[in-house]
């Protein structure tokens, strides 16, 4: 079921900036959708119209079947968390979460209820009569979380939520916002620059750019599969290999006079091409393997749970991922780059063929 | 804090010297004597002066007038905290919200800061001057005479907006950095909280505002008690007889006009007082107050 539709959503800004161009999809009922890309690329711009903050140009929105373009913010039946809290500093953690709700005019008793039970869910209890300034990062975010919660709302906003968290806390918030969605099956919209938050919470996700989109699709099809040179370059660490080739549509692809493999597609375009494939999907092969690469390693960088090796192929730079379980290799080494692994991009418009 | 420790006494007290010496020399020695004169009876030509003990100090609390000052200058601080406070709040709220020409806008604003309050005491004498005060004139057309300088309450009238006037712009640049200071996003998450501008204004934005607020309650207070002189001065001058007047003011009238130096000295004693135990409430209440950060 649709939840929340956008329809041709723009946003220019007084001073003629186009921060998002014409832009459409749909969020399904309890989806978990990450908005994800460069700094600039137009997803807290995206976010804040969906909240209410921020107004839409041209385009339709709508949240659970009500077109909420020229509705308040307070009215738009959503709850947003904010990247530095934006928490009350004057009201205890109680207050905070109980302020939106005395607005709705909801019973006292009612409102003591839904506070309780989201700080026990969020083990606040104890911290109910603290102020933001007593507790720590990780309490405050809990705190902003809860304060989301007990609206009991039909969308769920996250504005780069765990951005000014440690890094250990930080995977451990991600985990809990994510446990916390999957119970409650409140339908979430998740902006990040960060691309493990978005492989790891989304259901499906949305990579933009420019103010554009490039891609929307769940994190295996984003990651494996990416639309563009873009996404494949912004997602995963180290990022995929974009090897500069040459290909005439009769099945193969030259990386250069001399090197060519079999082509992945069988595109109908001749000319530039970019070949892509993830550091992990390429391996080392015998020198004798039909279609071994002479690969030129340089060096090697040591990741614990694996190795990465940085080289050449040919005239262009080639990063290998394999298992710390395996040797480095010495000597000449070869590398086969596996067909299903691989993928094909027209290299003047960056599109996947 | 940092703490340094000295090995002798010699360094320390070279260093503070300077720093003591002015403040011996140009307040604690003032200060002093002032306190002993207000014990004394002084010759108006300086020949001689006589102890009387708390002579001076039970005259004034008997004297009428001096009774009549203090709950003239209680009005006068009240009037005057409440309306530049109050005023320079909601032109505050509003700058804050001004997207074009911003600077502009703040800047026309502030102007008025610059205007020494013995000129806003001049600019006032215009403005409410009995023969073609555009005030006066304009009041006229309600069919009010006003009598800047004859009527007391007239003259309180023009003392008040004369002062609010002078002081709305320091308050108004404390405010609007105050409302700067104030998290967008934190605005924004009331935004989603509660529709009513007005009452978020009130839950969110004042409060946040408190300290600020606060800060400028004594700031305003102190003004309208001492920093008003030079304004008065201009609006009463030569005719201070029945005209509304600040206990300062009177100490000035007092001692020079009426060249009864022990009975003003124990005014500004009585004054000095009234600072300090002002300077121990802010204290006091800024301990107690929540930093919010």
């Not at chain 1, 007593?134 to 309490?139: H, M, P, W």
């Not at chain 1, 995977?171 to 790891?200: C, F, N, P, W």
Request: hydrophobic share 45%; with cysteine; net charge neutral.
């Amino acid at each position: 079921m649709v939840h929340v539709a956008l329809k041709s959503i723009s946003k220019v800004y007084p001073n003629g900036v186009r921060a998002v161009h014409p832009t459409s999809f749909d969020i399904q009922q309890g989806e978990f959708i990450v908005l994800v890309g460069p700094s600039g690329c137009g997803k807290s711009t995206l976010l804040r119209m969906i909240a209410g903050l921020e107004e839409i140009t041209e385009g339709e929105l709508s949240i659970a079947g009500r077109v909420v373009n020229d509705i308040d913010p307070a009215e738009r039946d959503i709850a947003m968390v904010f990247q530095n809290y934006a928490l009350y500093p004057h009201m205890t953690v109680y207050n905070n979460m109980a302020y939106g709700l005395r607005n709705r005019g909801m019973a006292k008793a009612d409102i003591d209820a839904a506070v309780s039970t989201a700080a026990t869910m969020l083990n606040l209890t104890e911290f109910l009569t603290r102020r933001p300034s007593q507790l720590s990062g990780g309490q405050r975010q809990r705190v902003a979380m809860g304060r989301a919660i007990v609206r009991n709302p039909a969308l769920f906003l996250f504005d780069e939520p765990l951005s000014n968290l440690d890094a250990k806390l930080r995977g451990q918030m991600r985990i809990e916002i994510k446990a916390l969605q999957r119970r409650l099956g409140v339908t979430s919209v998740y902006v990040t620059h960060d691309q493990v938050e978005a492989m790891t919470m989304a259901d499906r996700i949305i990579v933009l750019n420019g103010g554009r989109i490039e891609q929307i699709g769940t994190p295996a099809e984003v990651y494996h599969q990416p639309a563009s040179t873009f996404v494949a370059s912004f997602m995963g660490a180290p990022p995929m290999n974009l090897l500069p080739a040459h290909y005439n549509g009769n099945g193969r692809v030259h990386l250069s006079e001399t090197i060519h493999i079999e082509a992945p597609v069988s595109a109908d375009y001749s000319g530039q091409v970019k070949l892509g494939v993830r550091p992990e999907n390429v391996g080392i092969v015998d020198s004798s393997h039909p279609d071994a690469l002479r690969f030129d390693l340089e060096f090697v960088e040591e990741l614990g749970a694996g190795r990465l090796l940085h080289g050449k192929l040919g005239d262009s730079g080639l990063i290998v991922h394999i298992p710390h379980t395996d040797p480095i290799p010495g000597g000449e080494v070869y590398v086969g780059l596996p067909k299903s692994a691989l993928v094909m991009f027209n290299h003047e418009t960056g599109m996947r063929l | 804090m940092k703490r340094a420790s000295f090995n002798q006494l010699g360094l320390p007290v070279w260093l503070l010297l300077p720093q003591l010496v002015i403040i011996g020399v140009f307040f604690y020695w003032p200060a002093a004597h002032a306190v002993r004169s207000s014990f004394y009876l002084e010759d108006p030509f300086g020949f001689g002066s006589t102890f009387v003990g708390w002579d001076n100090y039970a005259g004034l609390l008997a004297s009428a007038q001096y009774v009549k000052v203090a709950v003239f200058t209680l009005g006068f601080t009240f009037l005057v905290t409440f309306f530049s406070l109050s005023i320079a709040l909601v032109l505050a709220v509003k700058a804050d919200k001004v997207i074009r020409g911003t600077r502009t806008y703040r800047t026309l604003l502030m102007w008025v800061y610059a205007v020494a309050p013995p000129v806003a005491g001049f600019l006032g004498v215009m403005v409410f001057y009995q023969g073609n005060g555009p005030m006066t004139e304009f009041l006229a057309l309600f069919g009010y005479e006003f009598r800047l300088g004859v009527n007391y309450y007239d003259t309180a009238a023009a003392m008040v907006a004369v002062a609010t006037w002078n002081h709305i712009p320091v308050n108004f640049i404390f405010f609007l950095s105050g409302l700067q200071s104030i998290p967008q996003s934190v605005k924004e998450a009331a935004m989603i909280d509660n529709r009513s501008g007005t009452r978020r204004f009130w839950d969110i934005t004042f409060p946040l505002l408190a300290p600020t607020a606060f800060f400028l309650l004594i700031i305003n207070i102190t003004y309208a008690l001492f920093d008003t002189f030079g304004m008065i001065d201009a609006l009463v001058k030569g005719e201070p007889g029945n005209n509304p007047m600040t206990l300062v003011y009177k100490v000035y009238v007092d001692g020079f006009r009426g060249n009864d130096l022990g009975g003003s000295s124990a005014q500004s004693v009585i004054l000095m007082v009234l600072v300090l135990v002002l300077t121990v409430f802010q204290f006091r209440v800024m301990d107690r107050r929540i930093h919010y950060t």
